[in-house]
């Protein structure tokens, strides 16, 4: 837990900043022009929310949550390098 009330207002302010991020990054899964543009912007969302969980943790002031950010990480990347395979030569494995 933050005792500081400046720090928790500064990270409340970058959380509710990462939260808005969401949107033009979820966008450009959508909207976005060739697959690997996608495939970025899918990383960029995952990023994304692991910076938001850790930013909770801190808020909340619980341990768990950063189990789940190492957890979502090392699948964000394990996803993403089979999908950068997959793009470039036509097969996972």
Partial sequence: MIDSPLVQTVVQIVLFGMVGLLIPASRGVVVGETLPDRLLAVDLITTLLI????LLTLVEGSQVFIDLAIVLAAFAFIGTISLAR???EGRVF
């Fill in 51 to 54: 910076g938001i969980i850790v």
């Fill in 86 to 88: 997959y793009i470039s």
